[in-house]
């Protein structure tokens, strides 16, 4: 199973449109531009942007000269609510198949991993609170 990678396109296509308020002073990207700097098809960018702005991460305007903005200060989103907007699942999930009654590892192991996997993905979901967009912005930047 590949692994998604829905968290990081988010990331990048926020990135832009602040990178993009701040370079050139321009807050709005249309979802072909966006696109372009994700190298994907622009329908996975609007579907993307669909996620975040119900998210109320960006605000999109549709038609001729619309685009998508953040919806608040780069330094008020943090990354775990971007992985929250676009992923619905948790990053490590226990095996969904039914244990094989006759064998004690498949009847004991989901008990026995729970508590690892609830740690680790607390622990993944604990470091994206503490990084915000603007400092992955700053970091693109040389900031």
Not at 31 to 47: K, M, W, Y
Not at 111 to 118: D, H
Request: with cysteine; proline share 4%.
């Amino acid at each position: 199973m590949a692994a998604s990678s829905k968290f990081s396109i988010a990331v990048h296509v926020l990135s832009c449109l602040e990178y993009s308020d701040r370079q050139w002073g321009q807050p709005q990207m249309n979802s072909a531009d966006l696109a372009l700097s994700v190298n994907t098809n622009p329908v996975i960018i609007r579907n993307l942007l669909s996620e975040l702005s119900k998210a109320g991460l960006v605000i999109s305007k549709e038609g001729k000269g619309g685009g998508a903005r953040l919806a608040r200060a780069a330094s008020a989103i943090t990354l775990d609510e971007v992985y929250a907007a676009v992923e619905r699942a948790e990053m490590l999930a226990r095996n969904p198949r039914p244990a094989h009654l006759p064998c004690s590892v498949s009847c004991g192991v989901k008990n026995a991993l729970e508590p690892v996997l609830g740690s680790v993905n607390h622990a993944i979901l604990s470091a994206l609170k503490e990084k915000n967009l603007s400092e992955i912005v700053d970091q693109i930047m040389g900031v």
